[in-house]
């Protein structure tokens, strides 16, 4: 990995650990609102969250 990359991802992982810890804030904040039917189905009857 070069190094550059590498640090970016140093960088990030411990801005993550803090935003965790509650030490950081994010820039941002999703809200996703799902039907309370879909959310009351079992994970198999609604499929994958996301593809493998």
């Known amino acids: 990995?070069?190094?550059e990359l590498f640090q970016e991802?140093?960088?990030s992982v411990?801005?993550?650990k803090?935003?965790?810890s509650g030490k950081a804030?994010?820039?941002r904040t999703f809200t996703v609102d799902v039907p309370?039917?879909?959310a009351a189905q079992?994970?198999?009857r609604v499929?994958?969250?996301q593809k493998e």
């Open 1 to 3: 990995m070069k190094e």
């Open 9 to 11: 991802l140093l960088h």
């Open 14 to 16: 411990r801005e993550m």
């Open 18 to 20: 803090a935003i965790r």
């Open 25 to 27: 804030k994010p820039s």
């Open 36 to 38: 309370v039917e879909v």
């Open 42 to 44: 079992s994970p198999e």
């Open 47 to 49: 499929g994958p969250l």
